[in-house]
């Protein structure tokens, strides 16, 4: 399930389903978008990216949706594993910088 | 190594000190950017270099912080007379292109600052 933890919301999975990470953004003039993972103690790495004239982009057990009407992102994990138990943020270049979410906590349950 | 590589890895500085934190960005991209992530919260921008000029600095929290890319490769964030709020993760991101060509950016590790 999903709660919000002190900092961080977090989502528990079991190993081998489906994961769904949210996120909202909030400049409708943003118009590239991309999800990151970051590890404890390393930066934040690419995982997939998409542009607003998409909806939809898979990458290799990635999905990122696009919901520009609502100004709602998601990324999709296929059959989630233990290595990626992290956080995960999405960005949005809202215009000149890009714009970090808050992030969401993965953690994967044996 | 081809990624970003950020040093030191960890610094711990006494308030009122001035500390330097250096960042070699993936070779040949142009942009360059600095991040500060505290505690439990997402990267906020500080600062953006495209080559050697520092186009946007409007992130940087006060005139104690300074960077700077001098020939267009490595950089340089600089904070002056440290306060125990500058604890934090500071990145440094690069990019193949400038920054309005929606090109990702690719992260160091980042040096983790402490004051005390």
């Known amino acids: 399930g999903e709660s919000v933890g002190l900092h961080l919301p977090t989502l528990s999975v079991q190993e081998g389903d489906n994961s769904i990470i949210n996120c909202a953004y909030s400049?409708?003039?943003?118009?590239?978008f991309i999800w990151y993972k970051q590890e404890s103690g390393k930066g934040p790495q690419f995982i997939i990216d998409?542009?607003?004239?998409?909806d939809k982009r898979q990458g290799q057990r990635v999905t990122v949706l696009l919901n520009k009407t609502v100004k709602h992102l998601s990324l999709q994990i296929a059959a989630t594993q233990p290595g990626d138990s992290a956080v995960y943020f999405c960005a949005e270049n809202g215009g000149q910088n890009f714009v970090f979410g808050p992030g969401t906590r993965l953690s994967v349950l044996p | 190594g081809a990624g970003v590589s950020q040093s030191p890895r960890y610094k711990v500085a006494k308030r009122g000190q001035d500390v330097a934190l250096r960042c070699d960005p993936i070779?040949?991209?142009?942009?360059l950017f600095w991040y500060q992530q505290a505690l439990g919260q997402g990267p906020e921008f500080l600062t953006y270099?495209?080559?050697?000029?520092?186009?946007?600095k409007s992130g940087l929290p006060s005139d104690r912080f300074f960077a700077e890319r001098p020939e267009g490769s490595v950089s340089t964030l600089k904070i002056q007379r440290t306060q125990q709020e500058d604890s934090a993760v500071y990145l440094c991101?690069?990019?193949?292109?400038?920054?309005?060509?929606?090109?990702?950016?690719?992260f160091g590790n980042g040096t983790r600052l402490t004051v005390t």
């Open positions: 991101a690069s990019s193949l292109v400038g920054r309005l060509a929606n090109s990702p950016l690719h």
């Open positions: 400049n409708s003039a943003s118009d590239y």
């Open positions: 070779s040949g991209h142009v942009s």
């Open positions: 998409i542009r607003s004239n998409m």
């Open positions: 270099f495209q080559n050697e000029a520092q186009l946007d």
